[in-house]
């Protein structure tokens, strides 16, 4: 029960990584609030799920593209929980597309969603938890791909450096407050945003193949990382990143 009493706030929160990190977070003992975006029977069922280990499930309808869903979910959840303890900012987007053919409401629908929708949201919770006066913690889903390139995704690994970026530098004026703030990268995990990609046998094989240990990432294995980053065991962490890609990066041969 790493977070008894905790009060974790979830972007993208209906799916994948999201949905994952908010389960985790109840089974150790957090209430949550969730960031959905038009998404209400997958985000009925998380807070089903959160509610089943007998913890509280704030549920927000709004679009992290838009500053002004970010004061608005946090002013929510202060409302519902009391309080903002630790901000997953995990709302994120990857239309695959070419580069020479980007289509400019592509690029920009992903830097707005990825990039510019968490600074938002991480500046609104930022200015809760300093109200608050008893610190927090900040954690950003960022991507290996903030470390590699991606020939179908040269919108979307520019985000994941900058959240990883974004990370490194509001920990300075941050750490003063006692707010901590980090980043996980994770590699390859089968999500909504990639199951058409490994929907092929052969690259599905391919990817697992790379991975020295032997699979696709989960959603509950960053989920873990996550609830690390929230708790008293990481409290002295912060402009950090933990890549969790079993392996991925570092298997050149």
Known sequence: MLLQGQRV????ASRGIGR??????????????????????AAASVVAEVEALGRKAVLFNGDVADPASAPAFIQTAVERLGGVDTFVSNAGICP?????????????????VNLTGAYYMCQAAANQMV?????????AVSSISALVGGEMQTHYTPTKAGVHSLMQSIAIPLGRHGIRANSVMPGT???DINKD?????????????????????????????????????????????????????????
């Open 20 to 41: 994952a990190t908010a389960i985790e977070c109840a089974r150790h003992g957090a209430d949550v609030a969730l960031n959905v975006y038009n998404d209400d029977d």
């Open 197 to 253: 990609d490994l929907a092929d046998p052969e690259k599905r094989a391919y990817m697992e193949k790379r991975i020295p240990l032997g699979r696709l990432g989960r959603p509950e294995d960053i989920a873990k990382v996550v609830v690390f980053l929230a708790s008293d065991l990481s409290g002295y962490v912060t402009g950090a990143s933990v890549l969790t890609d079993g392996g991925l990066f570092v298997n050149l041969q």
């Open 96 to 112: 695959f597309h070419s580069f020479l053919d980007m289509p400019q409401d592509v690029l920009l629908r992903t830097m707005n």
């Open 9 to 12: 706030l979830i972007t993208g």
């Open 189 to 191: 995990v089968a999500t």
């Open 131 to 139: 109200r608050q006066g008893k610190g927090g913690s900040i954690v």
